[in-house]
């Protein structure tokens, strides 16, 4: 499975930001990971082929996970950016499994989304 996002940037704190991330073939859930310097990966957002998702606490309300499964395709909506939000976002996939579980996961590159105050 290759794994190809897009949409990281610079937004002052209070703006939106939107990560898309568009996989190779079908995938059963497909979410978001991020890491900021200093701090332990953490999850973002996931959502499966049948439209379940599952958010990170520090997120719930703020970001919107949706996807295209036509497409193949992933997108997160971020709202009310905070500074720490900044880190760089993963993309995740895995074709069985919940993303959540550390198994048979596939990773994208990171796109940095970088929030200023």
């Known amino acids: 499975v290759q794994l190809q996002a897009s949409g990281g940037g610079l937004v002052q704190a209070g703006g939106s930001l939107r990560l898309s991330c568009a996989a190779s073939e079908s995938i059963f859930d497909m979410g978001w990971y991020r890491q900021a310097p200093g701090k332990q990966r953490e999850l973002v957002a996931s959502?499966?082929?049948?439209?379940?998702?599952n958010y990170g606490d520090s997120v719930k309300g703020r970001f919107t996970i949706s996807r295209d499964n036509g497409k193949n395709t992933v997108y997160l909506q971020m709202n009310n950016l905070k500074p720490e939000d900044t880190a760089l976002y993963y993309c995740?996939?895995?074709?069985?499994?919940?993303?959540?579980?550390?198994?048979?996961?596939?990773w994208g590159q990171g796109t940095l989304v970088t929030v200023s105050s």
């Open positions: 959502i499966t082929s049948g439209g379940t998702t």
């Open positions: 995740v996939a895995a074709r069985y499994t919940p993303i959540t579980m550390p198994v048979n996961r596939r």
